[in-house]
């Protein structure tokens, strides 16, 4: 295809519709068809990425393969196109300025007055054609976060009127907004939609496509107005209606015939239906798994709907793949101890102990892992659950009293854990740690080494604290065995203890790498693990 088409995905009346899952459904369809498609994020906010903000702040910061730290719709990009991120994928409006200025700072300028616009807005427009020059997509699908009519978001609605001007009909705007129903009035309101619509029309920008977002289905005579007064095509009002995963909504957008009319649009030729097949046969599974796999997971975030979500996510599909119904228990490791731990966890086939940062619900964490441990419970522990594996063992096993990370004590007397040695110099916080895709080599015979089932394997990480490889032949004589190690380091990626049914601890993230059609296999062995404890 000779010209890259770009996708603008824009919000109305409310936050947290569901631009991400939109985008990233309308990009498997576009994919479905045979386009080389990518989806990238644009957030408002002035930090130069989400790594260094609070799990309260923002959910899960997502990582992607070139150690960018990006927002947590990159994660519904990937499990969806079951394409791979980067930084690219995911501008701030920190990043923005941030390359501005350091461009004025160098005189690129040539002592110009640096202005909105033209300057932060052409900074905008040359991140969105990034993608579609140097890489070659057909699409290029830019959400931008957000609700129109937010003041730090003029800039990005701005830069994509210029390029609906400057691209003609290879630039669409897919605006989604919300339909709310009066339940005194028995009646659902378009006005809302009419005056968001509105909105992006006073900012220049003429939506070429509404989807409503809706609990129930709209009657065609409203999707009739709704095109009437929002200067839409009649046949481009499309509505997402509430489905019980996420994952029917390319199908929901499908049966509109979205994908064709996004094609339309851009004088593209639209060939026949695609079939989709491991997509639909992923959804047959789920919806013909009768069997409950129950996997408890440990965190400090348990709270919040969308701290742990990449983990949530690859839970889910692995247990779709061992044609199960994932029943996902979710404790506060603030609230476990070795008194209660027994009692509470008690009806788990398998436990997870989440990642995270901090003192904050550690204990609790040891407490979980002992009970997996001591009662031969299928367990996996991910970067710092890891860690509390190997601390906990060092307690409990090793005898080794008040052993801790560095991260939490840092004067305590058996270092297990310990900052990574290039990690002793850094004193900015933000982009800093050990990030992206590393490779690891895993022993043969491992449960690792079983379930990806080859000994050279690349995950994902972001942490700045490692096994000290001091303690390592202790752990192995006593029976936690590395199974898994950087060929260029030696960084321990992989504890086990062979002798149970499944504990195993990965200091990389494997959820970071787990799609809809391609579950991690790390994830689908553990769940697997868990059914078999049934």
């Not at 057909?138 to 957000?146: H, L, Y």
Request: glycine share 8%.
């Amino acid at each position: 295809m000779a010209d890259t088409k770009y996708i603008f995905v824009t919000g109305g009346v409310v936050s947290s519709l569901g631009k991400g899952i939109i985008a990233a459904s309308l990009g498997k369809l576009l994919q479905a068809q045979g386009y080389k498609v990518t989806i990238q994020k644009f957030d408002p906010y002035i930090n130069i990425d989400p790594g260094t903000l609070n799990p309260y702040e923002h959910g899960e910061c997502y990582v992607t393969i070139d150690g960018h730290e990006a927002d947590l719709d990159l994660g519904h990009y990937e499990r969806f196109l079951n394409d791979p991120t980067t930084r690219a994928n995911n501008i701030t409006t920190g990043r923005i300025y941030q390359s501005v200025i350091s461009k004025e700072r160098r005189g690129d300028y040539l002592g110009k007055t640096v202005q909105v616009v033209p300057h932060i807005t052409d900074e905008i427009k040359k991140n969105v054609k990034l993608l579609g020059s140097k890489h070659k997509y057909d699409f290029v699908i830019t959400e931008i976060g957000g609700t129109v009519g937010d003041i730090e978001s003029l800039p990005f609605i701005e830069s994509m009127r210029q390029l609906k001007w400057e691209l003609g009909k290879n630039c669409l705007c897919v605006h989604l907004t919300y339909v709310p129903y009066i339940a005194a009035a028995k009646e659902y309101k378009t006005k809302p939609t009419q005056y968001s619509v509105k909105q992006l029309q006073e900012l220049g920008i003429q939506s070429d496509i509404l989807v409503l977002r809706t609990e129930h289905l709209l009657k065609s005579d409203l999707l009739r107005k709704v095109a009437l007064f929002c200067n839409v095509d009649a046949d481009a009002v499309i509505q997402s209606v509430d489905v019980p995963t996420i994952y029917e909504v390319p199908l929901v957008l499908q049966k509109q015939k979205m994908d064709e009319i996004v094609l339309k649009k851009v004088g593209l030729e639209v060939g026949k239906t695609p079939e989709m097949k491991a997509w639909n046969e992923f959804l047959k599974r789920k919806a013909a798994a009768t069997e409950v796999v129950k996997i408890g997971l440990v965190g400090k975030y348990v709270e919040l709907q969308d701290a742990y979500k990449s983990i949530d996510e690859s839970l889910l599909q692995a247990a779709i793949y061992n044609d199960r119904k994932l029943e996902l228990h979710l404790f506060h490791s603030e609230k476990l101890d070795d008194n209660n731990a027994a009692e509470t966890l008690k009806d788990m086939d398998g436990l997870l102990i989440a990642p995270g940062f901090g003192q904050r619900g550690i204990e609790g964490k040891f407490a979980a892992i002992r009970y997996a441990r001591e009662n031969n419970i299928p367990c996996l522990g991910i970067c710092l659950g890891m860690q509390c594996m190997v601390i906990e063992f060092a307690r409990n096993v090793l005898g080794m009293e008040n052993a801790n990370s560095t991260e939490m004590e840092p004067n305590t007397p058996y270092k297990v854990i310990d900052l990574m040695e290039e990690q002793k110099s850094i004193t900015d916080m933000g982009g800093s740690m050990r990030l992206g895709a590393y490779d690891c080599i895993l022993k043969k015979g491992s449960k690792a080494h079983e379930a990806y089932g080859k000994t050279n394997i690349q995950e994902r990480h972001r942490h700045r604290f490692e096994f000290n490889g001091q303690y390592k032949d202790q752990y192995e004589a006593a029976g936690m065995k590395c199974t898994g190690e950087n060929p260029d380091t030696n960084l321990v990626e992989v504890v086990e203890i062979p002798d149970l049914k499944w504990f195993v601890g990965v200091q990389f993230h494997p959820e970071y790498n787990s799609t809809v059609v391609n579950p991690n296999p790390l994830f689908v062995s553990f769940v697997k693990a868990a059914i078999e404890n049934k």
